[in-house]
């Protein structure tokens, strides 16, 4: 058993290493599509106005009409990714480097996959398990493929594990304080997707109450009419 621990141990870490270089490998090796090109055209009005603003003047930067009339501020879509864009821009010079501004995004995801890992390692979940989620990492091309962009799929994954990690802490003063910033985040990240995973979160603390009586709902309560 111990022989088979410590070679799914290194299996795994083989396995995570592989899924980050196929996250960072030939980022910049091909052009924006239809909504990188916005997400990257708005970080860059963030970089010049402050705010993703879908008229610089001269040019309109849509891909629909969802924007305010009174100073065109960009509607409907989440802002984290724009000013996610905006910092890779910044460090292109504000070139908008392919490589450069697809690399934050990608980042977040390497560092959700290990953070992941801690976590289930933390609750004591079998190494065999973590080989095959590694496994399904490393060989899944969906993750590839929308990771790798310059939009919000990539920084979902983070959020909503600090989301859900923190939600299990919640009680102590600084698990509080993190379960409101990453909810923040995530909010912000695409809200429709927080939607979903908070009512996840929700219906886990339910029958968390049912299955035992002594659980305390409060800090959930008190958090989520923060939030």
Not at 33 to 52: A, C, H, M, N, R
Not at 61 to 79: G, K, M, Q, V, W
Not at 124 to 139: G, H, I
Not at 153 to 174: C, I, M, T, V
Request: charged content about 15%; hydrophobic content about 50%; aromatic content about 18%.
């Amino acid at each position: 058993m111990i022989f088979a621990n410590k070679t799914y141990s290194i299996l795994t870490a083989i396995l995570l290493i592989i899924f980050s270089l196929g996250m960072l490998i030939n980022l910049g090796n091909i052009a924006y599509w239809e909504d990188e090109g916005e997400t990257v055209q708005l970080g860059k009005s963030i970089l010049k106005f402050g705010y993703p603003k879908v008229f610089d003047g001269n040019s309109f930067i849509l891909i629909d009409e969802n924007y305010r009339s009174d100073n065109f501020a960009r509607l409907t879509s989440p802002y984290l990714q724009f000013y996610v864009a905006a910092t890779g821009i910044w460090l292109s010079g504000t070139s908008a480097n392919t490589l450069l501004v697809r690399l934050p995004f990608a980042l977040f995801a390497v560092t959700g996959v290990w953070i992941s890992c801690f976590i289930f390692r933390k609750l004591k979940y079998p190494r065999f398990t973590l080989f095959l989620y590694s496994l399904s990492l490393s060989t899944s091309v969906q993750l590839y493929l929308y990771w790798r962009q310059a939009r919000h799929y990539a920084l979902q994954f983070p959020l909503g594990l600090g989301l859900l990690y923190s939600y299990l802490n919640l009680g102590k003063r600084k698990w509080n304080i993190l379960f409101l910033i990453f909810g923040i985040l995530f909010y912000h990240a695409y809200y429709p997707g927080f939607a979903g995973f908070y009512l996840g979160i929700v219906i886990h603390a339910l029958i968390r109450k049912y299955l035992n009586k002594s659980y305390r709902l409060k800090p959930l309560i008190v958090n989520t009419l923060i939030l």
